[in-house]
């Protein structure tokens, strides 16, 4: 006999704030999939089988920034510091800085329990959040 | 209100959790890992000068890059595992296969990117 499922569908679930941040944390995750991809194909096109090693192309792909195959063979670092690649950039930056920020929040909460203690670590996490956001887009457009 | 557990650490450790048990825990120590790196990443870049510079040789060495290809590629592959999973509940029964799977995944492009690593640090 098949095992019967244990788990409720999302509408008998509800959708407050916690469940709101469970499934934001996935899509982002698929968002980040998807971006990775994007940036790995895009560097495979552009050469990178010829001119880069795995851990280059992977490093490439995990923030496509023209600073990352610097040290590698590619002759000329134009076609890697587009418009699109610092948007790819800015993009993987900022679902990564939220899932990343929530993961944080999420460890924190196993080991602070306290409502004051976890109201501090949510507004240091928000501010912290923000900071990295705009220093890793800044950094994108003026590398 | 303190934190108060009712189990030791010496418990803790004997926790037969297994195989997703472990995934748990190195997802976890992955995402620090990698919220460490690249927060200094960005600080460094930022800052940049002789700060930058010696956080960047850090990065660069080849002990380093293993343990962050570590941190970054399970997260990534048991993180896909976990969406998987959550998004088709139904798959939950199959959730030790599904472990193993991501073993399987990860060991191969781990070991690979470690491989290159290794012999591009050796001058191979």
Redesign the interface.
């Given at each position: 006999m098949a095992?019967k499922?244990?788990?409720l569908p999302l509408s008998k679930r509800g959708l407050n704030f916690e469940m709101f941040m469970w499934l934001v944390t996935?899509l982002t995750?698929?968002a980040?999939?998807a971006l990775?991809l994007f940036a790995i194909i895009g560097a495979l096109v552009m050469g990178a089988r010829n001119q880069m090693?795995?851990?280059d192309v992977?490093r490439w792909g995990?923030m496509p920034n023209s600073?990352h195959v610097q040290?590698t063979d590619v002759p000329d670092l134009a076609p890697w510091s587009t418009s699109l690649w610092r948007l790819a950039g800015s993009a993987l930056v900022l679902v990564?800085t939220a899932h990343?920020v929530h993961?944080?929040v999420a460890?924190a909460d196993d080991?602070?329990?306290?409502p004051r203690g976890r109201g501090i670590v949510r507004f240091i996490s928000i501010v912290f959040m923000l900071a990295?956001m705009g220093?890793?887009i800044?950094?994108l457009w003026t590398? | 209100m303190g934190l108060k557990r009712n189990v030791s650490l010496a418990t803790a450790l004997r926790y037969k959790g297994q195989g997703p048990m472990l995934t748990f825990v190195l997802h976890r120590i992955g995402g620090l890992g990698m919220a460490v790196f690249v927060t200094l990443h960005i600080l460094a870049s930022f800052v940049g000068g002789d700060i930058g510079q010696f956080l960047n040789a850090i990065y660069e060495n080849w002990a380093f890059q293993i343990l962050v290809f570590f941190c970054a590629l399970f997260h990534a592959i048991n993180g896909l595992r976990i969406t998987i999973l959550d998004l088709f509940p139904k798959l939950l029964v199959h959730l030790r296969e599904a472990v193993w799977v991501e073993w399987a995944v990860f060991i191969p492009i781990y070991g690979l990117a470690v491989f290159v690593i290794l012999t591009t640090a050796l001058g191979g």
């Open positions: 095992e499922s244990k788990t996935r995750a698929l980040m999939y990775i090693n795995l851990a992977l995990f600073t040290s990564a990343g993961g944080l460890i080991y602070i329990v306290s990295m220093i890793g800044y950094i590398s | -």
